[in-house]
Structure formats: structure tokens, C-alpha cells
């Protein structure tokens, strides 16, 4: 199982989010969908702090992946998980070097090792 990386974000909720939206279209990559765990619970008529997840990535380096293993796709695209805790946002994502242990994908290691810098940079980026 993947681990999970989390971070602590300087700004408040609608900055992080709109800072991680920036770095993601800055580094040439495609945001897929974003859901909106708060706005759901709300239209269920529940009380959900800030909470969306974005996925993104680039096929260029999925595709490979999913070549290699197909059930690698559930993993893929690529994800952040942005909520409010009280007043602290954090940020998480699963490490994508993990993925090898359970996904038949070891010659892909450097494009694992290549998405994990990259979402470092990104919620780094996101955080300030």
C-alpha cells in the first residue's frame, strides 16, 4: 500500500487550492477532474469542512504504466487531496514509488521516482 505524504499549506483553503490549479497548468499538465467532497455532502444536506481532491497527470507517462499493468489504472491519474482541518489546510498524495510493490511496473521506476519529485514540487509549490 501506498504511503501517504501530507504537508501543511501556509495560505488558507481557496489559495492552496488556486496555487496547486497553477503549478499544475505551469508544469504542462492536464487536471482531469476535481471533486468537491464539500459541495457533495452539502447537496446531501451534511456538513463537510473544505475538501476536493484534484486529479491530473499527463498520458505521456500514464500510459506506459498502464501498459506494463493494466489494474495500475485505478492508481492513475495522478492526485492531491486538499482539505481544511480547523484553521490548518493540508495537502496530501500517495507516494507513486510505492505503486511497484503492488503493480507489476518495476521497469518503470525512474518514471515513478519522476511523478513522486513531481508532486513534491507541486504541493511544495501549493503549500509556500
Known amino acids: 500500500m501506498a504511503r ?3 504537508k501543511r499549506s501556509i495560505s488558507n483553503y481557496s489559495d492552496t487550492t488556486r496555487s ?11 487536471v482531469f477532474a476535481r471533486i468537491d467532497h464539500a459541495a457533495a455532502a452539502r447537496e446531501a ?3 463537510l469542512a473544505e475538501e476536493e ?11 506506459p504504466l498502464m501498459l506494463s499493468d493494466r489494474r495500475i489504472g485505478i492508481e492513475l491519474p495522478l492526485r492531491v487531496l486538499v482539505w481544511r482541518d480547523g484553521a490548518e ?15 507489476d511496473v518495476a521497469e518503470h521506476r525512474s518514471t515513478l521516482e519522476q511523478m513522486a519529485k513531481l508532486l513534491e514540487e507541486l504541493v511544495g ?3 509556500g
Open 45 to 47: 444536506g451534511l456538513e
Open 89 to 103: 489546510v493540508l495537502m496530501a498524495y500517495s507516494d507513486p514509488r510505492d505503486l511497484s510493490d503492488e503493480y
Open 20 to 30: 496547486l490549479l497553477a503549478a499544475i497548468e505551469r508544469w504542462g499538465l492536464t
Open 4 to 6: 501517504l505524504v501530507v
Open 53 to 63: 481532491v484534484v486529479l491530473f497527470g499527463s498520458p505521456r507517462a500514464g500510459t
Open 125 to 127: 509549490e501549493a503549500a
